[in-house]
């Protein structure tokens, strides 16, 4: 039950943070830089497999080691590299296989991976404690 309610909260955090990101703050940033790659519309599909998926390995790999250990910090920090390797393995294979990827985009999108990633699994241990599930 415990794993249930973090992933609960934590695929709610992410699904704010990267709607915010992706749909308000980087948006323009995001079109500019991929222009005839972006897909228009999403595929919604694929995107929901996707945040199903990666906030099952970042509760198992991050949120995980906060609620063992009771430390928040412990979860941010595993976050930030689940974040990091993840991002990073998608940007890097598509420099080194899409003709025109953006490096400055791959940049980006790797170290907003890695910040979603920390805060996610941080604020996902905080919350369950403060409603007393960790």
């Known amino acids: ?9 934590a695929l709610v955090i992410f699904l704010i943070l990267d709607g915010l990101w992706l749909g308000v703050v980087a948006r323009g ?7 005839d790659l972006l897909a228009s519309p999403p595929r919604w599909g694929v995107a929901a497999i996707f945040y199903a998926l990666y906030v099952v390995g970042l509760v198992y790999f991050a949120v995980n080691a906060g609620l063992e250990t009771g430390r928040w910090q412990a979860a ?6 689940f974040g990091f390797f993840a991002y990073l393995t998608y940007n890097a294979t598509a420099l080194s296989v899409i ?6 985009l791959a ?8 910040a979603m990633g920390a805060v996610t699994a941080g604020v996902t241990v905080l919350v369950l404690q403060a409603l007393g599930r960790a």
């Open 1 to 9: 039950m415990k794993y249930a309610q973090a992933y609960g909260v």
């Open 29 to 35: 940033f995001y079109t500019s830089r991929m222009g």
């Open 76 to 81: 941010a920090l595993n976050g930030a590299l």
């Open 99 to 104: 003709r025109g990827f953006d490096t400055t």
């Open 107 to 114: 940049t980006l999108d790797t170290l907003w991976g890695t």
